[in-house]
């Protein structure tokens, strides 16, 4: 005659990992790669070489109450919609007016995580892409793109450490 036997294995603390993995562990880590990732996308974009961002617009003059350097002081990285970091620190003797304050970016949804990298100045946009003279010898247009383009496997990489276990 043959007997059943019952196994009971207890997974409970197996789930509760896999849940702390999932919604803590990981999340965090992907928000530090992100940070870190996003930083120095940034800081390229500002002092990185070829196409640094601007100093100051053509037609700058010193006496015209504007501070140069406005442009490079307005980068701000926003990660999960909160603040990261700016590029207050590399804008010479700007005052960092165009920093902005709150993520106005798209909406992430849950699971998801978002690197946002934003220069605020109102005329950023059309110095990255109309103006082909700078008065800065070492800043021209596409400062974003051509960063974004040559490093962006670099970019990459630092999340995909970030979150390797």
Do not use: W
């Not at 603390?13 to 996003?38: D, E, S, Y």
């Amino acid at each position: 005659m043959l007997s059943s036997r019952v196994m009971h294995l207890d997974m409970s603390k197996v789930t509760r990992n896999m849940r702390l993995l999932n919604r803590t562990i990981m999340p965090a880590r992907v928000r530090m790669g992100l940070t870190v990732a996003g930083t120095k996308f940034m800081t390229d974009t500002v002092i990185g070489l070829p196409n640094a961002t601007p100093i100051r617009r053509p037609g700058y003059s010193a006496g015209s109450g504007r501070k140069a350097g406005e442009l490079r002081a307005s980068g701000a990285l926003f990660v999960d919609k909160v603040k990261k970091g700016t590029t207050v620190k590399h804008g010479e003797t700007a005052t960092g007016m165009f920093q902005p304050n709150e993520y106005g970016g798209t909406p992430i949804l849950p699971g998801n995580h978002e690197a946002c990298i934003v220069f605020n100045a109102p005329y950023a946009a059309i110095q990255h892409e109309s103006f082909p003279s700078k008065t800065e010898p070492t800043a021209g247009r596409y400062f974003m793109s051509t960063k974004l383009y040559t490093h962006g496997v670099q970019y990459i990489g630092i999340v995909a450490r970030a979150i390797k276990l």
